[in-house]
T-cell receptor
């Protein structure tokens, strides 16, 4: 697995964009970047994934740098319910590779 | 669509006792995962099943942990005997085909919180 580095915690005001960075400088060319989040007392929830191009879905946007060494998850209008631990994952290249979760970023959205 | 079901939600036992957790994945999902999440850490994969066969159990402490997935649907995870360090949340997840590297999503249950006293 490519090693990922995330800040341990971030704050964001409600209604503002939350930009969560992730460094994955050892990622290889065919490895996707995944983002999951975990709200207190729940299991992790899939957010988005990408390979080379920027991606957007109903939950978030994912911006991947051209060299693929880092990415940013963007929650365009954060709400209090977005307070959670956000995990950036770059799995290894085997066919049945496992998702290895690191410590993640604790995002706290303030009123 | 029903999600991944787990039971019990909470379990308190004394060390050296045994305990079992149950998971029912999303209908049609071939792959089932058990993760252990210790407080303050990210989830750690214990075992991965593809249908009823084991794909990866490299991080399962096999001297005390066992898991089975009969008929390729439900699964149980057992700990016997439990130790204090087994206190954690045990998460079950499922996916359609077992290829998370190719854009496949994992769906997680809410977990079983185990306290070993």
């Amino acid at each position: 697995d490519a090693k990922t580095t995330q800040p341990p915690s971030m704050d964001c005001a409600e209604g503002r964009a939350a930009n969560l960075p992730c460094n994955h400088s050892t990622i290889s060319g065919n490895e996707y970047v995944y983002w999951y989040r975990q709200i207190h007392s729940q299991g992790p929830q899939y957010i988005i994934h990408g390979l080379k191009n920027n991606e957007t879905n109903e939950m978030a946007s994912l911006i991947i740098t051209e060299d693929r060494k880092s990415s940013t998850l963007i929650l365009p209008h954060a709400t209090l319910r977005d307070t959670a631990v956000y995990y950036c994952i770059a799995p290894g290249g085997t066919s049945y590779g496992k998702l290895t979760f690191g410590q993640g970023t604790i995002l706290t959205v303030h009123p | 669509e029903a999600g991944v079901a787990q039971s019990p939600r909470y379990k308190i036992i004394e060390k050296r006792q045994s305990v079992a957790f149950w998971c029912n994945p999303i209908s049609g999902h071939a792959t089932l995962y058990w993760y252990q999440q210790i407080l303050g850490q990210g989830p750690k994969l214990l075992i991965q099943f593809q249908n009823n066969g084991v794909v990866d159990d490299s991080q399962l402490p096999k001297d005390r942990f066992s898991a089975e997935r009969l008929k390729g649907v439900d699964s149980t995870l057992k700990i016997q005997p439990a130790k204090l360090e087994d206190s954690a949340v045990y998460l079950c997840a499922s996916s359609l085909g077992g290829r998370p590297l190719e854009g496949e999503k994992l769906f997680f249950g809410s977990g079983t919180q185990l306290s070993v006293l």
